[in-house]
């Protein structure tokens, strides 16, 4: 019995081994057959006429393999075959044959990617802790030839407002820019047109609402001279849409610092002081543009913009006086601007709007007894209101015609009280 048990135990174990023997084998074979994939589909590739349908479908199975998708060789063979469709693709074009762009575009962003990983994974050290990347020198040089038509790719997208495709092509080219491949070339630095395909790339984010690559993408375009504002006013946007107030606001400010001509940013902080009743804020960073820029028309308007918005809050404190106080200083912004720019319908609008405002104040306090003594004397004062309100509207809708909101119901409501009957008719026509 005990002899009869030692033989069972024996053989028991020697079928463990077996199957354990036959398990390697066959994880040996499963890995041999991938990377026999691989150069089969590389072989494929480099035929005089190659099928790319039938490469590619074999380098597609091994990028998702487990045995072979995180070999570097698997993503070189990859961008390989990305770099052959390419070449193809732009015989044919040298030839003067018809030859198809966006799978030249396409080809070229493939390939890069493919690239990319593949430098990411050779620079994984081996067992030995040293690093041997046998496919950096030539994949670099492959990238950089490339790198134009990723710019044109993205261009070729974004003109058939195909912004997600656009990003993809923009977006890549940044990301190579920042990559370890290309240390030595310093492109951050040394390439003069990476700031606009920044800007290019944040762009066709925002059409999208995609605002994390807004944030990505839009920092490298911030301190261009041709779109640095626009690439920051992104910035702000952003932050503004992921509702993060702090950083939105401190954007704003930076902005304003760095481009104090662009008046989104101006614009945008007086907007935020004002929403919120922080007006005592607001008028000091308005005087501290003017104080750098006296003449400016957009400060100056926005400083009567304040003194407007401050009337209204004024008058639901029931402070009359210093609601009054307000208008007159708006006139007093709002008429300088005007001064300045004689173009500026906003300016021309809302000083109409300023004089109806105290033609309105002051029919609160006017007598409405026509036997009064005093009657005709407010009835006059009340009409110089109007009187002084005509001309500003009227300048408004020169200026701008197609711009109704500027001075439709501005005239309605000066033409009826200074009883214009065919002018009021006209106006009335245009607001039923």
């Known amino acids: 019995m005990k002899n009869r048990h030692n033989i069972n135990f024996n053989f028991t174990t020697i079928m463990k081994r077996v199957l354990f023997s036959v398990i390697l084998l066959l994880a040996a074979g499963f890995t041999f057959a991938q990377e026999k994939t691989v150069k089969e589909a590389k072989s494929i590739a480099n035929e005089v006429k190659p099928n790319f349908n039938k490469a590619e479908q074999l380098i597609n199975q091994a990028l998702t393999n487990p045995e072979t ?32 762009t966006l799978k030249v575009y396409n080809s070229a962003l493939n390939m890069c990617k493919y690239y990319l990983k593949c430098d990411e994974l050779a620079q994984v050290p081996n067992e030995k802790g040293k690093i041997k990347n046998k496919y950096r020198k030539a994949n670099a040089a492959a990238i950089i030839a490339e790198r134009p038509n990723l710019i044109n790719g993205g261009i070729q997208y974004y003109n058939l407002e195909k912004n997600k495709e656009a990003l993809d092509f923009f977006g890549t080219y940044i990301e190579i820019a920042q990559n370890p491949m290309f240390e030595k070339e310093n492109f951050l630095q040394t390439d003069t047109i990476l700031p606009q395909i920044a800007y290019y790339a944040s762009l066709a984010a925002a059409k999208m609402e995609d605002y994390p690559s807004v944030l990505k993408y839009a920092p490298y375009a911030q301190n261009d001279k ?86 209204t809050n004024l008058k639901n404190e029931k402070k009359e006086q210093e609601a009054a106080d307000a208008l007159n200083n708006a006139i007093k912004y709002y008429t300088k601007t005007t001064e300045i720019d004689p173009n500026y319908a906003e300016a021309f609008s809302n000083l109409g709007l300023i004089y109806c405002l105290q033609a309105q104040d002051f029919s609160e306090k006017a007598t409405a007894d026509v036997n009064d003594p005093k009657y005709k004397e407010d009835q006059a004062t009340l009409k110089a209101f109007y009187e002084k309100a005509k001309p500003c509207y009227e300048k408004a809708r020169a200026l701008k015609p197609d711009q109704k909101d500027l001075w439709l119901n501005g005239l309605y409501r000066v033409y009826y009280n200074l009883d214009m009957g065919p002018e009021f008719e006209e106006i009335e026509k245009m607001v039923q």
């Open 69 to 100: 998708k995180d070999n570097a060789d698997t993503w070189d063979v990859a961008g390989f075959i990305q770099k052959r469709i390419n070449e193809e693709e732009m015989k044919d074009a040298f030839l003067r044959k018809p030859y198809d």
């Open 226 to 311: 041709e779109v640095g504002q626009y690439a920051m006013e992104f910035i702000s946007t952003a932050l503004k849409a992921q509702g993060d107030t702090i950083k939105w606001v401190a954007s704003l400010k930076e902005g304003l610092q760095k481009y104090p001509q662009h008046s989104f940013f101006f614009g945008h902080l007086i907007d935020y002081y004002s929403n919120n009743n922080k007006y005592d804020e607001a008028m000091q960073f308005a005087d501290d543009m003017l104080a750098k820029d006296p003449n400016n028309t957009f400060y100056l308007y926005v400083k009567g913009y304040l003194y407007h918005n401050m009337y």
